[in-house]
Nanobody, 125 residues
Framework: QVQLVESGGGSVQAGGSLRLSCAAS????????MGWFRQGPGKEREFVAA????????SYADSVKGRFTISRDNAKNTVYLQMNRVKPEDTAVYYC??????????????????WGQGTQVTVSS
């Protein structure tokens, strides 16, 4: 089992940057592909980015491609989401999740068995 705790959310102006972190407990973190999802006000949860267990094969939603970067440090049991050139439409609660059924990380929420509690990101114009 994996327990996940996100941090790094907050308020930022459009065009700015934030770095989200997700710390995982458990010695099996490196065996999981990891993903970031978000849920904006009145919206369904949507895929943001995913990364394989080894740190390769990152994938991104079209809406964040070129602005966000997912990475991980297996020695620190942590996955990151670097958010650059943020926009008001990036406002959402951001969740990290662990996917134990895929090597690369899938883009749909039901593939992920473990979830963090979420961290709020608010982008003002």
């Amino acid at each position: 089992q994996v327990q996940l705790v996100e941090s790094g959310g907050g308020s930022v102006q459009a065009g700015g940057s934030l770095r989200l972190s997700c710390a995982a407990s458990g010695r099996t973190f490196s065996s999981y592909a990891m993903g970031w999802f978000r849920q904006g006000p009145g919206k369904e949860r949507e895929f943001v980015a995913a990364i394989s267990w080894s740190g390769g094969m990152p994938s991104y939603a079209d809406s964040v491609k070129g602005r966000f970067t997912i990475s991980r440090d297996n020695a620190k049991n942590t996955v990151y989401l670097q958010m650059n050139r943020v926009k008001p439409e990036d406002t959402a609660v951001y969740y990290c999740a662990a996917d134990g059924g895929s090597s690369s990380g899938r883009s749909y929420a039901r593939a992920y068995a473990y979830w963090g509690q979420g961290t709020q990101v608010t982008v003002s114009s």
